[in-house]
C-alpha cells in the first residue's frame, strides 16, 4: 500500500496529524438510526403534531441513571421525548462524554393513526468524519516519507 492510500484509509482520524486546515475536510457520518423507547412517559404528546422528519434533535447522556449508566435521553427543544434503546446506547453515551460532536434528527415519524397501531420517532445520528481534500493528496503524491519538512509536520511546527 503507498502512502496516499494509507491515509485516504485511515482518513486521518487516527493519525493525531496536526495539518493546516485546507488540507482536510469534514463529512457526516450515519452512525446510528433506529426508534426512541419511552415516547408515552415523557413529552412526546405535547409537540408530535409539530414534528416532522428532519427535525433536530438533542442527545444527552443521563449519568444518573439508575436503571441504565449509558442511558441516553433524546430532546426537541426543551421537550424530552424519550431515550435510545438500553441495548444500543453504550457507544454514543461514551462518544457523548467524550465531547465528539453528534448530529440527530428525526429520520421517521409515524403518529398514531389507522395503519399504525402504535406512535414511533426513530433518530438518526451523525458524527464528523475528517477527511483528506484533493489538496493534501495531491500535496503528499510529490513528498518523500524522508524528507525532513514533510507537509503533515509544517502545521505542527507553525
Known amino acids: 500500500m503507498n502512502r496516499i492510500d494509507f491515509i485516504k484509509t485511515l482518513g486521518l482520524a487516527s493519525t ?23 415516547m408515552q412517559y415523557y413529552h412526546y404528546s405535547k409537540v408530535k403534531e409539530s414534528l416532522k422528519e428532519g427535525d433536530i434533535l438533542r442527545l444527552k447522556h443521563e449519568e444518573g441513571n439508575i436503571y441504565d449508566a ?15 434503546p438500553a441495548y444500543e446506547n453504550i457507544v ?31 433518530v438518526e445520528v451523525f458524527a464528523e468524519l ?6 493534501l493528496i495531491t500535496a503528499l503524491q ?16 507553525s
Open 16 to 38: 493525531g496529524l496536526i495539518l493546516p486546515k485546507n488540507l482536510l475536510g469534514k463529512s457526516l457520518v450515519k452512525i446510528y438510526d433506529n426508534y426512541i423507547r419511552g
Open 130 to 135: 475528517i477527511t483528506p481534500t484533493p489538496q
Open 92 to 122: 454514543i453515551a461514551n462518544m457523548l462524554n467524550a465531547g465528539v460532536e453528534l448530529t440527530a434528527q428525526i429520520s421517521k415519524h409515524s403518529p398514531k393513526n389507522d395503519y399504525y397501531e402504535y406512535e414511533s420517532l426513530a
Open 70 to 84: 449509558f442511558a441516553v435521553e433524546v430532546y426537541y427543544q426543551e421537550y424530552k421525548l424519550g431515550y435510545l
Open 142 to 157: 510529490n513528498a518523500r516519507a524522508s524528507d525532513v519538512e514533510d507537509i503533515y509536520r509544517q502545521g505542527y511546527f
